[in-house]
C-alpha cells in the first residue's frame, strides 16, 4: 500500500522533532517548516529560495522524520549547471 502522508494532529511537535533529528540549537525558519508539513500531509511543494537559505533541510525533513520515506521521493531541480554553461559560452 502506498504512503498517504500524515494527517495535521501528527504533525503536533514539528518544530521539536526537526530541531533533534538535525541536532539544531536553533528552530527552523518558517519557509522550512512550512514546506517539510505540507510534504508529510503528502502535498506537492515548490520552493524558491536562495543560495544558503535551508532548500536541503525541505528536501531532506520528511526523509528524516517518518519511518515510511522510502515510500517517498524527492526530486530536487537546480539550474546552476545550466547557468554556468551559459556564463562560459
Same mark, same amino acid.
Given at each position: @500500500?502506498?504512503? !498517504?502522508?500524515?494527517? &495535521?494532529?501528527?504533525?503536533?511537535? $514539528?518544530? #521539536? @522533532?526537526?530541531?533533534? %533529528?538535525?541536532?539544531?540549537?536553533? /528552530? &527552523?525558519?518558517?519557509?522550512? $517548516?512550512?514546506?517539510? %508539513? ?11 529560495? +536562495? !543560495?544558503? /537559505?535551508?532548500? !536541503? !533541510?525541505?528536501?531532506? +525533513?520528511?526523509?528524516?522524520? =517518518?519511518? #515510511?520515506? %522510502? ?5 530536487? =531541480? ?10 562560459? /559560452?
Amino acid at each position: @500500500k502506498a504512503w !498517504t502522508g500524515l494527517r &495535521p494532529k501528527d504533525l503536533e511537535g $514539528l518544530n #521539536k @522533532k526537526i530541531r533533534e %533529528k538535525f541536532n539544531w540549537a536553533h /528552530s &527552523p525558519r518558517e519557509f522550512q $517548516l512550512e514546506a517539510i %508539513k505540507a510534504q508529510l500531509l503528502h502535498k506537492y511543494v515548490l520552493v524558491h529560495a +536562495g !543560495t544558503g /537559505s535551508g532548500k !536541503t !533541510t525541505i528536501a531532506a +525533513g520528511p526523509h528524516a522524520l =517518518v519511518d #515510511k520515506s %522510502k515510500e517517498m521521493v524527492t526530486f530536487m =531541480v537546480s539550474p546552476l549547471l545550466a547557468f554556468q554553461e551559459e556564463q562560459v /559560452s
